[in-house]
């Protein structure tokens, strides 16, 4: 027997409805981490099968990645800031970490492209050469995604009282998209530069 | 996308007196509704449904000039390449855009939010933008064919897919990720309504059965449909922008295509079959009027089937070079899968044991697709051992087999589904004549097109061929018969659907008596589902036990 009881009895304005956006990133999240896997098994089995791994004329460089990585893994503290500060209902300090987070992306946006521009090799010279650029350039992509929301997220800052102490999950989501992009790239990292050194 | 940006939440007013004001939005939706975005998950499950069954006809269509190409040895009807264009596109719509998106989408979105007493899907307008990429796939499947078509068939197999029409094949590629982004996005929005969304008196153990299989199969799309997208990527890109990943002169390899495809498209063949097995567990006690036997077996084995599906993929590349030992963890590891499914079957079973059983069509079908499943599994038993798939491999028994897995259980459980849901979805019910006329002539047609396949591939038929051996003419002459009368019974059907939909014997809100929620609302639904959401109060196949409680909530009883 299905009945109502008073207390439920108010239609749907006072019914609960949780904020299901942050779960809801979270799984799509954990779907496309699945996506660089897929990319992240392809490299390793050519890695596993290619002698010189590496090919000769394909190496890549050391030092504008090694600079971007301390640039974005050291941007994944600076957003945090920028949830702290909004927490404690400081939107100007917010603003500020989201603004040095969004140029820190930029930055290694740039550093990416320049990276591509003095290599000295395109994507279609061998598998290591196609596996690197898809795989950086997709990764780019998703820096460029988290930037995006960074800038959505500083525009919509601008409208007063649009986020609080406790209405902040548009921030908190740019905020784990970006450590998403982050921690995708430490694994990225070692996979293409570290390892190809050993 | 917040729960206040929702054009159902009329402004946030806590006075209970003032709540009284949502019944003046319209109790139901206009038939133009259903041709726009709209974000009621209701709607969005009869777009899902039409949409699919649309596209069902198209490749019925394509699978009958098959038949009738293979009536006969010679290519006389079809050229080979209008054959093997026919063949994929057949192939990928009846997955990618008839089972998986009307048992998915389709029942997903129309019946979850219902059974777990929510009023909509978790994030309403991601849902219709997952609904709106499927037209557009299909339209470019169909585009593909202005371009000699995607010839590769549905698995699109490099170097084959890099050989044969280019623009055809990345077409083919585009559509496939639109599907696959549409499967992730909806599948994100069922894990968390199901989690999250659920009303407090629905306990975990009174969870309908269809929601753990759509629990099950959401969280498997989640984690294989963005592989697929990263080898299909990986394909667009040697196809179109000189890479060689897949090109092994150029150092390339194809083998790792068929593990990033079938990491994919094997636990494809659970999404196409999970949710059956929902609708099934529904169905069955329903008609059979008794409670279900072994719930948690039940709903525990779809998480199992979900788990174990991600580990059996290499059984479809035994004959791909693969070294002995992965042959081994892979054959018995695809054994095991035929545990959770048998346990399902054997429960299934133990539930008609003396029920009383009501032979509706919904029924029919139910026992229609039991014993037909059971052939398909045992089939496909057979071939998850290595050394007999090698016998059998790319002959016309796998074609044999699959078809009974995905026709005899995916669409016999989706018309299962739509005679039992079908008076809850329109008010009316559907004819009962033309049911069992359309179950008759699909279960004849089923057995004579798909039982002589197997017969055809021990003798060594192989599959993918426009042309055969002569020896081969008697039998494929039943299939094509069979076939022919699988397209004839469609008819009865959609006569009665469109008849029915509109003239039909009035249902009231629960004709088959059923304890689940979403027969607590009236038939359609309101459009907020419930004027009060409902509190459940028993388990949602506890017949027999207490005969008077019957669900009786209607809003005058709620009020």
């Known amino acids: ?69 301390i640039i974005l893994v050291s941007s994944s503290f600076v957003i945090h800031f920028g949830e702290m500060a909004i927490k404690k209902n400081n939107v100007a300090g917010m603003q500020w970490w989201y603004k040095v987070t969004a140029v820190m992306g930029a930055m290694f946006l740039l550093g990416q492209v320049y990276e591509y521009l003095t290599l000295g090799y395109g994507m279609t010279a061998n598998v290591f050469a196609n596996c690197f650029y898809i795989m950086t350039g997709f990764h780019g992509l998703h820096v460029f995604v988290g930037l995006l929301l960074i800038l959505g997220v500083l525009k919509r800052s601008q409208r007063p009282g649009h986020y609080s102490a406790t209405k902040h999950t548009g921030i908190e989501m740019a905020e784990i998209y970006w450590h998403f992009v982050d921690i995708i790239w430490i694994v990225l990292f070692t996979l293409l530069y570290v390892l190809t050194q050993f | 996308m917040t729960q206040t940006e929702l054009p159902r939440n009329t402004p946030p007013d806590k006075n209970p007196q003032v709540a009284v004001t949502h019944t003046a939005h319209p109790k139901k939706w206009k038939w133009y509704d259903y041709f726009t975005f709209n974000i009621d998950h209701k709607v969005i499950g009869i777009q899902y449904l039409v949409t699919a069954f649309l596209f069902y006809l198209i490749g019925g269509l394509m699978a009958i000039a098959i038949r009738a190409e293979l009536a006969t040895p010679d290519a006389d009807i079809l050229d080979p390449n209008l054959y093997n264009a026919f063949m994929t596109n057949h192939g990928t719509i009846m997955i990618f855009l008839w089972i998986v998106p009307s048992a998915i989408g389709g029942f997903g979105n129309y019946l979850v939010p219902l059974m777990v007493g929510a009023r909509d899907m978790a994030f309403p307008k991601l849902n219709a933008i997952a609904f709106w990429l499927n037209p557009p796939a299909g339209l470019l499947l169909l585009l593909s064919f202005l371009f000699g078509g995607s010839q590769s068939g549905w698995t699109a197999y490099p170097p084959l897919s890099l050989v044969t029409a280019p623009v055809a094949q990345s077409l083919w590629i585009l559509a496939i990720v639109l599907v696959g982004t549409s499967s992730i996005l909806g599948s ?372």
């Open chain 2, 188 to 559: 994100l929005n069922f894990v968390i309504t199901i989690l999250m969304m659920k009303v407090p008196s629905l306990k975990w153990d009174q969870l309908p059965l269809f929601c753990w299989a759509i629990l099950a199969t959401s969280v498997l799309a989640l984690l294989s449909t963005p592989v697929l997208a990263a080898g299909l990527v990986l394909l667009l890109f040697d196809l179109n922008f000189g890479t060689s990943f897949f090109k092994p002169d150029a150092g390339g390899n194809v083998v790792i295509y068929q593990h990033l495809f079938w990491f994919y498209s094997h636990p494809a063949v659970y999404l196409m079959i999970l949710p059956i097995f929902g609708i099934m567990s529904e169905v069955i006690p329903v008609h059979a009027r008794k409670p279900i036997f072994g719930y948690k077996a039940i709903a525990y084995s779809s998480v199992a089937i979900c788990v174990v599906g991600l580990f059996v993929w290499v059984h479809h590349m035994f004959t791909s070079g693969t070294p002995g030992w992965m042959r081994m963890f892979f054959t018995i590891s695809t054994l095991i899968v035929a545990v959770p499914t048998g346990v399902k079957i054997f429960a299934w079973v133990a539930t008609l044991w003396g029920g009383k059983i009501r032979f509706t069509s919904a029924m029919l079908f139910a026992i229609g697709l039991l014993s037909m499943f059971v052939m398909g599994g045992l089939s496909g038993v057979t071939m998850g051992t290595a050394p007999f798939d090698v016998h059998v491999h790319d002959t016309y028994y796998v074609v044999g087999h699959f078809h009974y897995v995905l026709f005899g259980g995916s669409v016999f459980g989706i018309y299962a589904g739509i005679y039992h849901w079908f008076p809850k979805m329109t008010g009316h019910k559907l004819n009962e004549f033309l049911g069992r006329t359309h179950f008759f002539l699909t279960f004849i047609g089923t057995n004579l097109t798909f039982l002589p396949m197997h017969e055809l591939g021990l003798q060594g038929m192989p599959r993918r061929v426009a042309m055969y051996d002569p020896q081969f003419t008697s039998l494929n002459e039943i299939c094509t018969i069979g076939a022919f009368i699988l397209g004839l019974s469609v008819i009865p059907f959609t006569i009665n659907i469109l008849w029915s939909w509109s003239r039909g014997e009035v249902a009231g809100d629960n004709p088959w008596r059923a304890l689940t929620l979403e027969w607590t609302t009236s038939s359609p639904p309101l459009i907020e589902n419930w004027e009060v959401l409902p509190v459940a109060t028993h388990g949602p196949y506890d017949y027999g036990h207490s005969p008077e409680a019957q669900p009786t909530a209607t809003p005058e009883v709620s009020a």
């Open chain 1, 1 to 69: 027997m299905t009945v109502a009881t008073p207390s439920e009895h108010h239609g749907h304005d006072a019914e609960h409805h949780p904020d299901l956006r942050v779960p809801g990133l979270l799984t799509f999240l954990i779907s496309e981490s699945l996506m660089f896997g897929g990319f992240f098994a392809t490299y390793l089995f050519f890695r596993q099968t290619t002698d010189v791994w590496p090919p000769e004329g394909t190496e890549v460089e050391l030092l504008v990645p090694t600079i971007n990585t």
